[in-house]
């Protein structure tokens, strides 16, 4: 097959990994790609938001399947306009990314078919909102409706936190995202994520992980992108998966059919796991990014096998195969970020960190300039090793992490820690 791939960041580099060692791949295409996307298939330069173009795109080249990575395309209905023109892609349709595009539509759903998450109210008026917060208390979830790259979701710990949040967001602060907020119970627990790979009808298990949301060590500083993941979760015990599948997986998929808008793809949960069981934080529509590069470097069987039996409804003629490692991912990013970064410095070392066994860097955010790789975003590298246990991966990552020279970066250093603390207990 001829394969497109949509995305460029750290995630689209492990997809890349992954569908070029496919058996069924031919050739594989990335748009627009990066340094990293590169070594495993050839970048193209395509605008992603152009849906014709991307028909067209794939006519010429003769493409058998589309894979989008990131949210985007996904909620602007990229996967219905390739569908629409008889090319098989996989991700789940406009209607169906609501699940990520708006939390509105994910809470009411979740309200409809009986899945567990935190009580909640919507406000598109500002006033209206920080009265009901005033009436409910403190710490209280302020969230954004709609897509806002991460920044979206404010989990206040004093009201003057909880009303300016609801200012900025209803305020326009992040566009049209924030004029409708969603305003959440806050939970108690640890927090985890689980995968599923859905056909619109089924769903099987596609691994669990859990990533550092916040910039600093001890999770301090402001909320990013992620700065870190390790996979598998522990704490998600077999019997806990079990019931997520069962509790909020499963009820989702036949709320979703329910509605006319069987979901197809990826379906990522992050999931808070309290005392009273696993209660749905979101969805989101696509593999998570770091945590796809820690799934699929443990994933052994063929992924485009496995992503061709979600397209065609097929889900139950396959099983997926793991392995017994544990993975872990550290990021290195450009100082300032969560904000603003300078971009254009150097990296060398990238070869350095890959000599040892089982490491992979994934390039998330660099640019080529001849034979040098220049920082080119926030987040820019994805350190990832495989070990027997969580401490021998997060031991051989931040090995790996040493090796390369990038001044102007920089990195947690306490990926995975409750993981290894539960290791050496």
Request: hydrophobic share 45%.
């Amino acid at each position: 097959m001829n394969i497109l791939l949509i995305g460029s960041g750290g995630r689209e580099h492990a997809l890349a990994r992954s569908l070029s060692a496919s058996a069924l791949c031919d050739k594989l295409l990335i748009a627009p790609g990066n340094p990293g996307t590169a070594q495993h298939g050839t970048n193209v330069v395509l605008d992603v938001a152009d849906h014709p173009a991307v028909i067209d795109f794939c006519r010429v080249m003769k493409i058998d399947f589309v894979v989008v990575g990131p949210e985007a395309p996904l909620v602007t209905g990229l996967v219905d306009d390739l569908k629409g023109a008889g090319i098989k892609a996989f991700g789940p349709s406009k209607a169906a990314a609501q699940l990520e595009g708006s939390k509105a539509f994910t809470k009411d759903l979740c309200a409809e078919f009986g899945i567990p998450t935190a009580a909640y109210r919507r406000f598109t008026d500002a006033e209206t909102a920080k009265a009901y917060v005033r009436s409910y208390g403190v710490p209280i979830v302020v969230k954004a409706d709609g897509l806002a790259a991460g920044k979206g979701v404010v989990v206040a710990t004093s009201f003057e936190e909880a009303e300016g949040a609801i200012d900025m967001m209803i305020g326009g602060g992040l566009g049209a995202a924030g004029a409708e907020v969603v305003i959440e119970a806050f939970l108690e627990g640890e927090e985890a994520s689980f995968f599923a790979l859905c056909d619109g009808t089924r769903a099987i298990p596609f691994g669990t992980a859990q990533d550092h949301k916040r910039v600093f060590d001890e999770d301090k500083g402001p909320n990013t992108g992620g700065m870190g993941a390790y996979s598998p979760a522990a704490v998600l015990t077999p019997d806990l998966q079990a019931r997520v599948m069962r509790e909020i997986i499963e009820p989702t998929l036949a709320g979703m059919k329910a509605r006319g808008m069987p979901y197809t793809g990826i379906l990522y949960a992050g999931l808070m796991l309290t005392k009273d069981g696993p209660q749905l934080i979101e969805y989101n529509a696509r593999l998570g990014d770091p945590e796809t590069q820690v799934l699929l470097p443990r994933l052994k069987s063929d992924l485009v096998t496995a992503l061709l039996a979600a397209c065609d409804g097929m889900l139950n003629s396959i099983s997926l195969q793991w392995s017994d490692a544990a993975a872990l991912t550290v990021v290195m990013a450009a100082q300032g970020y969560p904000g603003a970064v300078e971009k254009g410095s150097e990296i060398k070392g990238i070869d350095r960190a890959e000599e040892l066994n089982d490491v992979i860097v994934f390039h998330a955010g660099t640019k080529q300039n001849g034979d040098r790789i220049l920082a080119h975003g926030g987040r820019v590298l994805n350190v990832t090793a495989l070990g027997a246990t969580i401490t021998e991966a997060q031991r051989k990552a931040y090995e790996a992490v040493d090796r390369i020279d990038w001044p102007e970066g920089f990195c947690r250093r306490d990926i995975g820690w409750r993981a290894v603390e539960r290791e050496q207990g």
